[in-house]
């Protein structure tokens, strides 16, 4: 049986950008630059090589999402009458296999459902996933390389139903970061 006791070395990696402010006035939208597609998956957000040494230790993960979507009334005047919609699942691989996954909603926001509302304004709503995971294969492998990954995959994007016209939804990843923390074992 291990025992963990005080960390001797830690080995941290990152992966971070920075991004511009959002609009503040009409029409508004998300700043992000990842588009995400229905149906479609986005492999790697980002990855992470990790190397390890003689001693065999666990691995920390630590991975945050920020991402939005976005939702634009249609070109005509229209009633809502069903908010749109996006989900998306994000997930951590090791080497090619799902160690952790979460999943996610983000609702169409600020539009009241009555009669006679009149969707006028593009809606941006933003959400943050966030996944924590602690590896221990590493402990039982002949391995000393892993690769982990950070994707979205999942994903579907369901447009605003509205009385006329088509409205039209989007989803978008931006800032991401995903950190290993590797701890050796005693």
């Given at each position: 049986?291990?025992?963990?006791?005080?960390?001797?070395?830690?080995?941290?990696?990152?992966?971070?950008?920075?991004?511009?402010?959002?609009?503040?006035?009409?029409?508004?939208?998300?700043?992000?630059?990842?588009?995400?597609?229905?149906?479609?998956?986005?492999?790697?957000?980002?990855?992470?090589?990790?190397?390890?040494?003689?001693?065999?230790?666990?691995?920390?993960?630590?991975?945050?999402i920020n991402w939005s979507?976005t939702f634009m009334p249609?070109?005509?005047?229209?009633?809502?009458?069903?908010?749109?919609?996006?989900?998306?699942?994000?997930?951590?691989?090791?080497?090619?296999?799902?160690?952790?996954?979460?999943?996610?909603?983000?609702?169409?926001?600020?539009?009241?459902?009555?009669?006679?509302?009149?969707?006028?304004?593009?809606?941006?709503?933003?959400?943050?996933a966030s996944l924590l995971?602690?590896?221990?294969?590493?402990?039982?492998?002949?391995?000393?390389?892993?690769?982990?990954?950070?994707?979205?995959?999942?994903?579907?994007?369901?447009?605003?139903?509205?009385?006329?016209?088509?409205?039209?939804?989007?989803?978008?990843?931006?800032?991401?970061?995903?950190?290993?923390?590797?701890?050796?074992?005693?």
């Amino acid at each position: 049986m291990d025992r963990f006791t005080k960390v001797r070395r830690t080995f941290v990696a990152q992966q971070n950008s920075v991004l511009s402010l959002p609009p503040t006035t009409p029409p508004l939208s998300s700043p992000f630059p990842i588009q995400l597609t229905s149906g479609g998956t986005i492999d790697p957000l980002a990855f992470i090589v990790v190397e390890m040494k003689h001693n065999a230790g666990v691995v920390l993960l630590n991975a945050v999402i920020n991402w939005s979507a976005t939702f634009m009334p249609p070109a005509t005047s229209a009633a809502l009458n069903v908010p749109g919609f996006a989900d998306a699942t994000f997930e951590i691989a090791r080497n090619g296999f799902v160690i952790n996954t979460v999943t996610q909603t983000a609702v169409q926001k600020g539009t009241p459902l009555q009669t006679g509302f009149l969707f006028t304004e593009t809606v941006p709503t933003f959400d943050i996933a966030s996944l924590l995971h602690l590896d221990t294969t590493p402990l039982h492998s002949d391995f000393r390389e892993f690769v982990y990954t950070l994707r979205a995959t999942n994903i579907s994007i369901v447009p605003p139903q509205v009385t006329g016209g088509g409205a039209t939804a989007s989803a978008e990843v931006g800032a991401v970061t995903f950190v290993a923390q590797v701890i050796e074992s005693c």
